[in-house]
């Protein structure tokens, strides 16, 4: 059986780490890299397509690019990524923690836990996890060796190692032809997994402790608090990087947000409701002209893209407001403002009423914001 508990904390520490307090840097750019010979005492911040770390690193390391290759001996605090591919080399003494849209890969020996969302994830023979494997993945191979518990959720696992505590699954879609077990692998603790029927994948002279089947409802409509909580964290992550691009093409935008909303509170509010309503009904009625179909297509897009930044903006607002209220002494950068703005935001919506009334109002100023430029006079 899952350790809720324990899950509850790992997705805490997801949220957690982008909103250290004590970040003295924060790079927005195409290329980065960080060669040997450099040395970074601090966390350290970064938004690129390519970004190479081959230098030390004694702080976080918290990465969002398309490709990034992490390749050190001496990467001395956690690793965040979001990326499409990942290739971490060398040695992590924190924990990593990435969503990657592809595959992360995994010549590294990590100290402490990998967390995973993603496609694909492969560990290689020589190297090893000292803590614990959670995951959320199509395929999982594990070559090296696991000293931890595997927890999640793979519809297919190549095995050619020990794991050294429990293997806690489900498996939803897991076929029994996809999973390699190799007749060396062995799992020293106990086998719990959840899945539509039961499933061999596991010898009993492979598994130290009992192995322990759950079956799943087909038609359960309800979501575990490992469900819930995951769509949360993915939530955050997907905000949070829509944000670090949004920041870097249009900080002013951003820095000047606040001042207007507090210029005009009511009137921006009037002016989101305004257009959130007669926004659709516009679109409708330009796309019923053969002239106007294809404006109506491309508005309709950007309508989409604004109804989801207004979530980004929202997120900033607060965020930006609790921290000149509570935190004046304390210098954050903006990605902090951000990300410490979309954990209060996701919270906000979990409670009834009041929290739903005040992301309604966030919502609407965000809105205005995003929208009432376009209709400005030049």
């Known amino acids: 059986?899952?350790?809720?508990?324990?899950?509850?904390?790992?997705?805490f520490s997801l949220f957690a780490l982008p909103l250290s307090l004590f970040a003295k840097e924060?790079?927005?750019?195409?290329?980065?890299?960080?060669?040997?010979?450099?040395t970074i005492n601090h966390?350290?911040?970064?938004?690129?397509?390519?970004?190479?770390?081959?230098?030390?690193?004694?702080?976080?390391?918290?990465?969002a690019g398309e490709n990034i290759l992490i390749d050190s001996a001496n990467i001395n605090g956690d690793v965040f990524v979001v990326a499409k591919n990942v290739d971490i080399k060398g040695n992590v003494k924190g924990n990593v923690r990435a969503i990657v849209g592809e595959k992360l890969n995994l010549t590294a020996d990590v100290e402490r836990n990998v967390s995973f969302a993603g496609k694909d994830l492969s560990l290689a023979n020589t190297n090893s996890i000292k803590g614990?494997?959670?995951?959320?993945?199509?395929?999982?191979?594990?070559?090296g060796g696991l000293v931890g518990n595997l927890e999640g959720s793979m519809q297919t696992l190549v095995l050619n190692n020990s794991i050294g505590g429990s293997a806690n699954l489900y498996l939803w879609q897991a076929q029994d032809n996809n999973w390699q077990i190799s007749e060396t692998a062995k799992i020293n603790g106990d086998v719990n997994y959840h899945a539509l029927q039961e499933k061999n994948f596991f010898k009993p002279e492979q598994v130290a402790g009992s192995i322990n089947f759950t079956k799943l409802d087909k038609n359960q409509n309800s979501k575990s608090i490992t469900d819930i909580l995951w769509t949360m964290v993915l939530k955050f992550f997907s905000l949070l990087v829509?944000?670090?691009?949004?920041l870097y093409f249009f900080k002013s935008f951003f820095h000047s947000a606040m001042a207007k909303v507090q210029a005009k509170p009511w009137q921006l509010i009037l002016w989101g409701l305004l257009f959130l309503l007669a926004g659709p009904l516009v679109l409708f009625l330009v796309a019923m002209t053969i002239i106007g179909l294809p404006v109506a297509v491309i508005a309709l897009v950007l309508w989409v893209i604004m109804l989801y930044m207004a979530q980004v903006v929202s997120a900033w607002l607060i965020g930006w407001w609790?921290?000149?209220?509570?935190?004046?002494?304390k210098?954050?950068?903006d990605l902090s403002v951000l990300a410490f703005g979309i954990l209060v935001l996701i919270i906000l919506c979990k409670i009834p009423v009041l929290g739903w009334l005040v992301v309604v109002y966030l919502y609407l100023v965000s809105f205005a914001l995003l929208i009432k430029p376009v209709f400005a006079k030049k």
Do not use: C, P, R
Request: charged share 25%; net charge negative.
């Open 242 to 246: 829509a944000g670090m691009l949004a």
């Open 1 to 11: 059986m899952l350790k809720k508990i324990s899950y509850f904390f790992l997705f």
């Open 132 to 143: 614990h494997l959670s995951v959320w993945a199509e395929k999982v191979d594990l070559q």
């Open 331 to 333: 210098n954050w950068t």
């Open 26 to 38: 924060e790079i927005e750019t195409k290329q980065v890299k960080v060669s040997v010979d450099q």
């Open 322 to 329: 609790l921290k000149h209220k509570f935190f004046k002494e």
């Open 43 to 63: 966390n350290y911040y970064v938004a690129g397509e390519n970004i190479e770390i081959y230098g030390t690193i004694n702080g976080d390391l918290f990465l």
